[in-house]
């Protein structure tokens, strides 16, 4: 099965991540995220060799022109850390920096800053 990853603009991030949001604050779900820094002109060849260590569940979407944010519904803080290993392992030809961040009830900007990788 094909992984999802959508690279059209941050705009379609956001609006995913707002989802997320929306359905943990009136549903009480569980998400996490992961922001992944890679250098400028590569995120499109990254993308589908990141998705593929992704579950079918999990979402790949441009957040800025030199990143990438993996949303990843009904996962706990210790789910995220272990993707973002995957994540760190899958790219062996680019360098990158990624960062998780588990939902605890903030707004979708702290999640994102919570999420900022340490380079």
Avoid at 5 to 28: H, I, Q, S, T
Avoid at 62 to 84: C, K, Q, V, Y
Avoid at 93 to 113: C, K, M, N, Q, Y
Wanted: aromatic share 4%; charged share 30%.
């Amino acid at each position: 099965m094909q992984r999802r990853f959508v690279l059209p603009g941050p705009d379609v991030g956001r609006l995913l991540l707002d989802r997320l949001v929306a359905e943990g604050v009136r549903y009480g779900r569980d998400f996490a995220v992961v922001r992944i820094m890679a250098p400028l002109g590569t995120v499109e060849t990254l993308a589908p060799q990141l998705s593929a260590v992704l579950r079918d569940a999990d979402v790949l979407v441009r957040w800025e022109a030199d990143e990438l944010l993996a949303l990843l519904p009904a996962t706990d803080r210790a789910g995220a850390e272990r993707a973002a290993e995957r994540l760190r392992e899958a790219s062996t030809e680019v360098p990158i920096s990624v960062g998780a961040a588990h939902w605890v009830g903030d707004t979708a900007h702290d999640l994102i800053g919570r999420a900022l990788p340490r380079r």
